[in-house]
DNA sequence: TAATCTACGACTAAATCAATCGTATTTCAT
DNA sequence: ATGAAATACGATTGATTTAGTCGTAGATTA
């Protein structure tokens, strides 16, 4: 799950629109400055939130960006799903990007790589932007140890 | 921590190696045929490997590869480091391979991601080939809830 | 002494990443 | 009206990483 320059550009610039959430646009100009990203390659990723719903944009001067759901209503998992591809830290582990490999069978440790996902996995799904934005604990891992003996083991 | 190919193909080996452990050497074409990895190719990952200590070698007829630690000592953690450089999701948050980032300061998802490269660490530098192999349980997460809370915060 | 191994550097093809550029289009303040 | 300011979007690129292959040299032993 290494995070791409994309996806943590998108992310810095999805909290500066949350923390101006209601109060008009953002053009991508100051976004860029504010956020220390290349002003040509965040218009692209800019693109790709709006065609996704994420945000919402208006032409013309006082023109930008606006946020364009709820911050509860948008993980840092989407986030990083559609702009790294996989959240998994190798295919035979992934949901929603699964690969089969042949060794399943017989593979040792492809339950710690299970372990790992699952916790990256629930961790980044339920980190709205609201509540990160915020502080607030996301995942308290009492709630992921009863969570995890429910079962959704090897 | 996007697991590469390298990475997968050195563990399977290992594996290969610790159920074999103090039984003779085993060939790289062997080791190449039984975990399905191109054997041009996993001849570097053996060098690499016996540049760390990790096994050991003999040419010949009879020759090949045998586990040059105790299982117990080698852990998942340092092989990824190894072959992937960086365990961690992004460079602000890796302790063996940090990297500054200017926004820390006003960064809002940063501990989040932090909270997801110690659990990863702590997983996978726990995970010794000897407990993986066996099925132990590496990690509980009521273990890792307290030692959380006794602080590797922000 | 020949068969069977490891050792190791050189090379490459393809994919991915992180942008940059040119240009078209829309909007609105004046 | 008009022009400044904004988004829209495809084309292109340079660097890096990944996932290998190849050729050959050298050691060991049945
Ligand atoms: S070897 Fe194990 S971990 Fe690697 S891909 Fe196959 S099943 Fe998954
Ligand atoms: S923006 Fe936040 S998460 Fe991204 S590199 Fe900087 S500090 Fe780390």
Redesign the interface.
Known sequence: ???SKKT?YA??VL?TLVEHHGRGPIPIRELARR??VPKRFLEHIMLEMKARGWVDSSPGKQGGYVLAKEPARIT?GEVIRQFDG?LA??GCVSVAHYERC??EAV???R???L??RN??AR??DR?TLAM??L?AP?????V??QE?SAGDGI
Do not use: K
Not at 138 to 142: A, C, D, I, L, S
């Open positions: 799950m290494r995070l943590d992310l810095r909290f956020n220390d840092m996989v830290p190798i042949n060794q593979c040792r440790f339950r710690i790589l372990d790992a916790y990256v961790l980044m980190a990160v934005f502080g996301v995942q308290t891992r009492e992921f140890a995890f």
